[in-house]
């Protein structure tokens, strides 16, 4: 499979051009031919035109690329190597929903042959790979799995605004049903992987690497944000804690903030989803998903306390909210707790304003129910420097003072502006 694909006597699909397929599909058109297929016909033609929907990709990553971008089932047949790369979401009970990984499976199940490759790179639960989407496959292909076709993983580790650990020089992660297809996987990987693969011993090895990734990561922060809780209460500052903690050699770097986006604050629900299947209810990694889901409640009231000292009449408060994305210098909206702080604020009847140099205000109003506006004014009675965007890194005292009343509060999540806000009360994480 791999000299076919090298030869291009042979095409490789990506399945979901997202924030997490597109880049590997454009990746591997410089080396190989690709056809890249998504459901959505309007973000195609826009990627026919050289433009990314997500805003990650610039008019130039696209030259030089020999990809077929299509929503046509029919030219789906033309490949032979399969990548899935489909957003895995929870529900409004924060229970995986396997739709897209599973519609994806069943557009493989169509026009899968013998021969041909499947290698998903969507994050998942230990055994989901084999459990869920194979019999699917299987199913509708009328083809039997490794006999026929072979099956592979090999999880996403893209990060939106990161131009730094790019597909390239990240390790991949890699894993198939077989030697020889963890072989030809990881040889195909190796064409535009610079880094290198680690090859897993199995694809439900790969599965729980990725899912214990972000849920690591998820649990450290967790701990911030409850060290953050109690030194707020002793009023001490934790920036400054944790910069006197950091003088020692082994003491891990994170930070208290808001958990969003599409893996942090999703994953862990996908590993404890599964452990409950199996009988083992969590408690570490629930406990870390409860503090961190709760903070965008903790931030929103803390400000509701002050507005509620200092003005009396929350109705007649406003509060500007900067930054609507999940993380700084992206568009990305997705599971944005930003969202959350401001629907909390709205419960108190306060008056918000929500700004953000990056995000779209239709996607913002169809996704969470409130658009973006300007700065407006000079009476906020609160600021929320919820993202720090690089276009909010100039801003200091005297730009708050002059859109704010005298007793206002400027509350600094991540601590961007410590030690340079003098002329109002300053607060962060």
Known sequence: MYQELVDKKCKLAVIGLGYVGLPIALEFAR??????FDINAGRIEMM????????????EDFEGCDIQFTSNLDDLKKAQFFVVAVPTPVDEHNVPDLTPVKKASETIGKVLKKGDYVVFESTVYPGCTE?????????????TFCTDFKLGYSPERINPGDKQHTLANVVKVVSGCDEESLDEISKVY???????VHRASSIKVAEAAKIIENTQRDLNIALMNELSIIFDKMNINTYEVLEAASTKWNFLKFYPGLVGGHCIGVDPYYLTYKSSELGFN????????????????????????????????VKASRVLVMGATFKENVSDIRNSKVADVVKELKSFFVNVDVHDPHASSDELQHEYGFGLSEVNGNDYDAVIVAVSHAHYGNFDDRY?????????VIYDLKGTYRNNIKSRTYWSL
Do not use: Q, W
């Open 131 to 143: 459990e869920d989407c194979l019999p699917v496959i299987e199913k509708l292909s009328g083809l």
């Open 48 to 59: 026919k035109n050289h433009t990314d929907p997500s805003n990650e990709l610039g008019k």
């Open 400 to 408: 708050f003072s002059s859109i704010t009343k005298p007793h206002a």
């Open 190 to 196: 190796e064409l535009v992987v610079k880094a290198g």
């Open 282 to 313: 969590s408690r570490v990694i629930l406990a870390g998903r409860y503090i961190n889901d709760g903070m965008s409640v903790y931030v929103a009231r803390k400000v509701v306390r002050h507005i509620i000292e200092h003005v009396g009449d």
């Open 31 to 36: 080396k190989i031919s690709v056809i890249g």
